[in-house]
């Protein structure tokens, strides 16, 4: 019975503007189909975010016509995202395996409503590539960057433009990287202003910030 696990929270949308989402990691395949099942019934929007291998078909078949983001691990329903409103949301990843991260950042993003461009591979090793993307990141309201190792791009990012940068680190990298504490604590020493900071590996967190800095702007 659903009511033994889970206490869904059916008004969010209304509450908030933006829909219920179901964190997957720790629920059992049967739980997660439960779940899905009831936001099914319900209509209305779902992300279910680190959808794990042995879940992915039991979600779909709860809900035909989903997104399956396999990179980010996210499950949108429907799988067609809103129309895009307010400003452009960039996801920048430093590195290949930062990609997992930054594609649920955008997923989540696009499904919330927004406008979303996505630029891979442009860590502070080669610096001629970020700035090879100027043009995109400063027509961003928002951006998000992802990184790992010694996190220092989204300092880079936040003083080559004018729009807020939410910085995610992730746990990629050697020893020393401690699972994403140095990129972690990189970041919340950016001498760049404007830089916010989330949780190691958190891009619903991150394209969720995004998505609500970059909203329309309330008329009146």
Known sequence: ??????????????????????????????????????????????????????????????????????????????????????????VVAAGTSDLPVAREAETTARHLGRECALVVDVGVAGLHRVLGHLEILRRARALVVVAGMDGALPGVVAGLVSAPVVAVPTSVGYGAAFEGLAPLLTMLNACAPGVAVVNIDNGYGAGHLAAQIAAPVPAG
């Open 1 to 90: 019975m659903l009511s033994d696990f889970a206490d869904l929270d059916h008004d969010r949308l209304a509450r908030r503007g933006y829909p219920e989402a179901v964190y997957c990691e720790g629920k059992s395949v049967e739980q997660v189909r439960a779940i899905a099942a009831a936001l099914r019934d319900r209509g209305g929007r779902a992300l279910f975010t680190r959808v794990r291998a042995d879940q992915v078909d039991t979600v779909l078949t709860e809900l035909p016509g989903a997104h399956h983001d396999v990179d980010g691990r996210v499950v949108a329903w429907p799988g067609e995202p809103p129309a895009p409103t307010g400003g452009l949301v960039v």
